[in-house]
């Protein structure tokens, strides 16, 4: 077994038999002696050890991390031979952790949570990186906005390279044409014609298989696929909003009450599958591909997904983008997702940061259309000015995405081309520009305050009071109490922080 199949194995073995802080030390030691041996044999070139996420994508038989066109064309690039460890994905921050205790650490480690970059930050284990970013990162520089690089901030400097979302939001409202047609229906546009159009397609049998099993809309358990109904309250779970000159968290105001009692009565009157506590996303899309669901709250992508796949199995379903439920007040819209989706921070006792840094200059930079788009005329060919996907070859090949998303920008000239090649007439661009006109934004966007850090996760176990409340276990008269315990156990002091924080801002 080659060096490099070693250390993914040696996690293996250790998630397994619960040894992980020894292979930790194994992988150290063959890190450093595969850098400084068995390469330096092969080539003069700098060897620098990342840690990533595989983002649960799998490498086609015959490659794996260490060895894919995709890796040699960076490697050729920036003159650097990479060694990349890719732990388990299950408990991937635990095994961080466990890498950051045994003092023999990478030259750089792939990360999803900003509290963790502050944690360590404030322990002096990660780099500095503002004079490395300035000396071997103007791609960096240049690509990545400045509010980006404020959210990686600590004592006023850099301690990560931030990877922005490529999208801003995620959800949109698709509908079912041929249903609203069989049943003299128009697309829904306020609250409650929406109300209207799930009650008739739950009780007027819009299948036609004279049997009352269809839904009005579906969600997913921790109200996943609900944020339609919360933005025509003028809210989004989980954000801060500004009243009155202050932030102050969207879970513990009235209009959250509102939406939960709308939710509350779709339930009550049979409209709301009643499974949506328990569904994961397979299940939802496994009710819309059936043919059972003709209403919910889509993803941008899922008119590729089980969209297409319903369309395909049912020949007479017409599937449209609706307009975002508007409430009694005018408004609508959805989240904005984290302007940020993962961070790449260089150990402080790295000596290869200036590799690090030049490798993802180059990955935001130059390589950034090849790693995004795949190779010209091996994933794609262009055919009359437009690129044409070879989906074999793009599906074989996704794998380069681990690579590429260590530095995730945004560019909408890419990102149209891209989806536009995966077929126009599934409006993937179209839906994600919808969507950006109805963002409901999140008005903190500091790093997690030292309150966050302690509270965050009592004060998130809270929120399943919501479902109870949906369901009517709870009375929604009880959200007061929620709001009061909310503030008691920590919100408080989270406020007081972020509002710290939001008149810095102000002040800059």
Known sequence: MNREKSLTALFMAAAVGGTLLSAVYWVASLVEQNGSEARSAQSPRQTVTIVINSLGISFPEGLDENHNPYLDYIERHTDLDINVIIPPSEGYEEKLNVIMASGNWPDMINVFDAVWVVNYAKQNALMPLDDLIDKYGPDLKRRIPPEAWDRVRYNGKIYAVPSLNEVRGVELMYGRKDWLDKLGLKPPSTLDEYYDVMKA???????????????????TENLGRSAPFFGAFGIQLDQWVERDGKLVYSNTLPEMKEALSFLAKLYRDGLLDPMFPLNKNHNLEEKIVSGKVGLYSAAWYDTRGPIAQNMKNDPDAEWIPLDYPTGPRGENGVYSTDFIREYEAIPAGSKHAEAVIRMLNFIAGDGYRDLKLGFENEIWRRVDGKIVTNFEEHNKHQYRGIYQSLVEIADPEILKVR??????HF????????????????RFTGLPTPAMAKYQAKLGALRDVFIKMIVGVVPIDEFDEYVERWKREGGDEVTREVNEWFEQKKQR
């Open 201 to 219: 397609f739950v009780e007027s049998d819009p299948d036609g298989n004279g049997k009352r099993d269809t839904y009005g809309v579906v969600m």
């Open 419 to 424: 989806l536009d090649s995966l077929g126009e």
């Open 427 to 442: 409006r993937l661009y179209d839906n994600l520009l919808m969507i950006e006109r109805h963002l409901i934004p999140n």
